[in-house]
């Protein structure tokens, strides 16, 4: 039995376990085996473990001090299987990003000198930067806020996260292809899709496509996961992501369906009017729905709803100031892209929430002495 320090932090709609890079090298088992046991990945429903059984809630992060210039804290970013043993390494979260922020702030990997501190983190999967701006009252760490977000009623610290240069960080251009739309062929056909890589590569389709209109429950959504699960594949190899004989990803990329603004009922039936939000998506995470929007999902959709051409920008309904309104089935998500004065595609911001939880000692039950 190993035993392994960690702390689960809630970062907006997700739950994440954070590990210092040092404690999972210090038990001498690989990082895969490691988190495997400690969620009970093998059993859906990760009875004998730390994991929640959903894609939000099977996360974790392993943070260590970066040596990178300009850069605090590098994460590498794992999401862990659901009755299924494998850790997929490809991908970011946002939300766990908002978690490592409050992490870094209050295990001290970054000095508190004023009223706010910001986190420069580095995420080691796809290379992306980002910042966590956090308040820091009386130059103390805090607990505790009233921060809420879309998808909860819980209350959080307030976080600022931004997203430095989103645009190819994955594949090297915003629109992989080089083409704002492309067609896939799907099990009932081919389908119109646009790919993008900002934040996270994405694949994103028209809802009318499968006879939706962006605004559905997650049960109703549900439907056309099996269909988008396929085209997933497809436009991995599209973008370059992977090979012919390369095994599914289920978690990049991310895939979804966008339409324009309707009226619709949240997740916990609250009213959302046309005029309270500009664009309507509802993703995959995994193998389900996803109950609001990953963030880097968010910003992709972001990225593709200001490039002329997209089926994302076919549907928004464009502003003037770079604010961005999703209307996700938990509720109304707003985006910002804020320019850069270096040529580098904008920063988008998001206001997130988060709260630590717990710092635990897990007993891991995986055989000793493998190596790192």
């Not at 997700?14 to 210092?20: A, E, G, H, L, M």
């Not at 899709?193 to 389709?205: I, T």
């Not at 594949?233 to 390369?246: C, F, I, P, T, Y």
């Not at 991310?254 to 609250?270: D, L, Q, S």
Request: proline residues 8%; glycine residues 10%; contains cysteine.
């Amino acid at each position: 039995m190993l035993r392994l320090q960690g702390e689960m932090i809630r970062g907006g709609t997700s739950k994440c376990w954070i590990f210092d890079h040092h404690d999972v090298v210090a038990t001498g088992v690989d990082a895969d085996t490691l988190l495997l046991a400690a969620f009970n990945a093998a059993d859906p429903r990760q009875i004998d473990g730390v994991g929640g059984a959903s894609s939000t809630t099977s996360k974790a992060a392993i943070v260590q001090l970066s040596e990178v210039a300009g850069v605090d804290v590098s994460y590498a970013f794992a999401q862990v299987g659901i009755g299924d043993e494998r850790v997929e390494w490809t991908s970011n979260c946002g939300n766990c990003a908002t978690a490592v922020a409050l992490y870094a702030v209050h295990r001290g990997l970054v000095p508190i000198t004023s009223d706010t501190t910001t986190v420069r983190m580095l995420n080691v999967n796809t290379g992306a930067r980002l910042t966590g701006t956090i308040p820091t009252p009386g130059l103390t760490a805090p607990d505790e806020g009233t921060a809420v977000v879309p998808g909860t009623d819980a209350l959080g610290v307030p976080v600022l996260l931004g997203f430095q240069d989103p645009a190819g960080s994955t594949t090297g251009r915003a629109l992989p292809t080089g083409r704002p739309l492309d067609t896939l062929t799907g099990p009932d056909g081919p389908v119109e899709a646009s790919l993008v890589d900002a934040g996270a590569p994405a694949a994103l389709f028209d809802a009318k496509a499968f006879g939706l209109d962006g605004s559905e429950s997650l049960a109703a959504f549900a439907t056309v996961v099996p269909a988008l699960t396929v085209l997933r594949r497809k436009a991995a190899l599209a973008m370059g992501l992977v090979r012919e004989d390369a095994p599914v990803s289920h978690a990049v990329p991310k895939v979804g369906v966008v339409g324009g603004p309707v009226t619709y009922r949240t997740t916990h039936g609250h009213p959302v009017t046309q005029d309270q939000y500009d664009v309507a998506v509802r993703m995959v995470s995994m193998h389900a729905p996803h109950p609001a929007i990953g963030l880097t999902s968010a910003v992709a959709l972001a990225t593709a709803a200001a490039t002329p051409g997209t089926l994302a920008h076919r549907v928004t309904r464009q502003t003037a100031d770079g604010t961005l309104r999703l209307g996700t089935p938990a509720g109304v998500i707003t985006a910002r892209a804020v320019p850069t004065p270096d040529g580098a595609s904008p920063t988008v911001l998001l206001h997130r929430a988060a709260r630590r939880i717990a710092r635990a000692e897990l007993l891991v039950p995986v055989p000793e002495g493998r190596p790192v």
